[in-house]
């Protein structure tokens, strides 16, 4: 995962290691307004926020963060240009393929959630390469929301779940919140404690609908391209000042 060396490698004094997220969550937004007041295609834009997310990743292994999910390409996406589209497919594909060796030397486990039937079958191939390739690692769990949509997320698993009820393998009473999460692209992976927003759209834009129930907000004005360590330790230092009440007094 080559990217420019960064600072901060370890965690501020000021953060309490013991109240650190365990999931981070990122809705990486901006990356193509960032390009236009620089005057760039939004392609570099795209590629600037490889390099930040590649960071981000990163500063959380340094700073013993368990989990991050990163919203790289929505449902919505698809109704963007088509010449972005294909550039976004190539560059994942390219970016798996270049950055799967480093992914093994750091002891990243990568997952990808979404409905990925309907990607390129190459960058289907790269993905479950990657996926393999790490499954028996036991580092930061990095999971990249691909083709997702949270709406989707919720119908397919109700899907599954009304087939078993209907082939007489399940009673209805039996549905609880752990057996819904076990249907989920999400099975396995604990909940965000923290989600992060950049470019200050106030808005959750379909990612993660069930995952985030109490999850904590934070809106940056940044671009994604800009948000670097500096960032996330203003965000984290946000997220250790506020009560986690769960609903309860």
Known sequence: MTTKPSIL??????LDRERLPKHVAVIMDGNGRWAKRQGLPRIVGHRRGVDALKDLLRCCRDWGIEALTAYAFSTENWGRPL??????????????????????????????????DSLPKTLRAEIDRSVEATQNNSGIQFSVATNYGGRQEILQACRSIAAMVQDGKLQPDQIDEGLFEKHLYTAGICDPDLLIRTSGEMRISNFLLWQVAYAEIYITETMWPDFDRQAFHVALRDYQQRQRRFGKV
Do not use: S
């Not at 990568?110 to 990925?116: E, S, T």
């Open 83 to 116: 010449e972005e589209v294909d550039f976004l497919m190539t560059l994942f594909e390219r970016v798996l393929r270049q950055e799967l060796r480093e992914m093994m030397e750091e002891d990243v486990k990568i997952k990808f959630v979404g409905n990925l």
């Open 9 to 14: 490698k370890d965690l501020p004094a000021d």
